[in-house]
């Protein structure tokens, strides 16, 4: 017993050096002052893994969805350290539109070293109305509050019963990565700098209008929508 504290103890200490670490490394990227050209990326995220190859999300997938959440270049196990964070935004569909987005984070760890980092563009569908409260709460994380599977990648497969669909594109092959553990959570001080105040995500989704800098993220989505209701008809 007393060598399991002992083992659980030293196992804290390390995960908080850990994080400390990559603090000093720079892994988290300046946040309010880049929240601008941050959405301009999510934009370009989109464009790239909805194009019109097919290889990635097609439009009936986003049509499909209740939420999208974009997280361009998030850093997977940078800087030496196996810690994984992004930022970026989350928009739900609120009837025939989509909200305007809210600021969020995404946060992946391990106590692990490793040599290097990769740079990953990802886009997350919730395809559940019922997990939308959870999602937008101050903590959701994979593994306990959803499963979740890659939707491309050499991860992909094809899970029927799958609610989280996440898709991913970096240079060269893209594998994937282990999802669980990996926690979406909001970005307070990302929100404050689009909507000048302190907001919940809940209450952006849910009531807020999106500010001038936002619009083409909600945009894109919406085009998205309308291209594949043209589609079908």
Known sequence: MQTTRLISHKNMRTAQVVLTLAMAAGIRPAAAEDTPSRVQKAVAVLNKLTDSSGHDITPQQIASADCVAVIPGFKKGAAVVGVSFGRGFISCRN????SAPAAVTLEGGSVGVQIGGETIDIVILSLDKDRRSKLLSDRFTIGSD?????GNGKSAHGDPNAKILFFGRTKGAFAGFDLDGTSLKP??????????KPIKN???VESASAPTVAQPLVSKLTSLVHSESASGK
Do not use: M, R, T
């Not at 959803?146 to 890659?150: L, M, P």
């Not at 970005?187 to 000048?196: E, I, Q, R, T, V």
């Open 202 to 204: 809940s209450e952006i």
């Open 146 to 150: 959803a499963s979740a599977a890659w």
């Open 187 to 196: 970005d307070d001080s990302g929100d404050k700098a689009l909507y000048g």
């Open 95 to 98: 009837g025939d539109n989509w």
